[in-house]
């Protein structure tokens, strides 16, 4: 990695070489760049960081592939923290689902970070769907929400839903479930995606809520049935899934999305430098394609697009964590 001087001389350099390219210097500073992930190997925001870190070096950004780094825990929030104190130079950036910036400062009134000060947008990385699946616990003819619903209030004590995290955005679609019909589900957070779906098949827990991508390979070998997407519209990966919306519940109606963020501070030349590299690799058809496996619609942005993203999405759910009541001491 070339030192900080050469890099500090580099960067006063990047506005002049600018009309030549986005970021002609700054790419011969670069040899590779961390992008940090808040969750475990394996799911969709993993797979999402490795697509397009595979290929940053064509987009100009690095010399070679970028490192994925998984700061597991605490629903995302540790990659925030870890982003967050990283040196501004561009060999950092953040890969994370944007309820980690726009629902939890409604949940952590002791949040470590600002969402707005601590970090810039650099592009959106891809859109996703939730899904309601339940596994081997719960009876073959519970096949719609309404089902479940009966089902769980008819057996209280095994009426219990996962999610990738407590404060998550499924979290919360379970949560308004529950309040919204008055049967108690019993919320189980996990450590991310994967370790609540394979409870779920192996009949720990009667259901899982998280990205559909995450459910694909058991569902279609009948490991587990999905019973709904968040959506407005069905996805192209489960079309014979009805929504949410589409079984009168019609409170649940939004996609998540991934986006990629900097360290605050960091050089507008430098970001701009990302965006158009992590755009490159989104338009790439193997990229493209792979994501779709994991159910994912990869589609990038500008710095100045995700931010407006952003902040529309913290408005949007500031209301409904106040609803559902939920805070990090509840």
Do not use: C
């Not at 394996?42 to 960081?49: I, Q, S």
């Amino acid at each position: 990695m070339t030192n900080r001087r050469q890099f500090v001389q580099t960067l006063g350099s990047i506005t002049a070489l600018g009309a030549l390219s986005p970021f002609a210097a700054f790419a011969q500073t670069l040899d590779t760049a961390r992008v940090v992930v808040g969750f475990p190997p394996g799911g969709t925001a993993d797979v999402m960081a490795r697509r397009v870190a595979d290929r940053l070096p064509a987009g100009g950004y690095v010399k070679t592939a970028g490192i994925v780094d998984n700061k597991s825990g605490a629903g995302g929030r540790i990659a925030v923290e870890t982003v967050k104190s990283a040196a501004p130079d561009g060999g950092t950036l953040l890969l994370t689902p944007h309820s980690v910036l726009t629902v939890f400062p409604g949940i952590y009134p002791k949040l470590s970070y600002k969402p707005f000060e601590d970090l810039v947008p650099v592009s959106l990385g891809a859109t996703l769907s939730h899904a309601l699946a339940v596994g081997p616990a719960v009876p073959a003819n519970v096949k719609t929400v309404a089902d479940f619903l009966a089902w769980a209030k008819a057996n209280p004590k095994d009426a219990s839903y996962g999610s990738p995290a407590a404060g998550s955005i499924p979290h919360f679609i379970g949560a308004l479930l529950s309040k919204n019909s008055g049967i108690d589900l019993r919320h189980v957070p996990y450590r991310g995606s994967i370790p609540g779906v394979t409870d779920t098949v192996g009949g720990q827990i009667a259901a899982m809520i998280t990205p559909v991508g995450d459910f694909l390979p058991q569902a279609k070998t009948g490991k587990l049935r999905i019973l709904a997407t968040s959506g407005p519209k069905r996805t192209p990966f489960t079309p014979n899934v009805p929504t949410f919306s589409e079984q009168g519940f019609d409170y649940i109606k939004f996609d998540e999305w991934y986006g990629f963020y900097a360290p605050a501070r960091t050089p507008a030349p430098v970001v701009e430098a990302a965006s158009v590299a992590i755009n490159k690799a989104l338009q790439d058809k193997a990229v493209i394609e792979n994501l779709a496996t994991f159910g994912l619609i990869a589609g990038g942005s500008t710095p100045a697009e995700l931010d407006a993203m952003t902040h529309e999405e913290f408005k949007r759910w500031a209301p409904i964590v106040k609803q559902i009541g939920f805070t990090a001491e509840s």
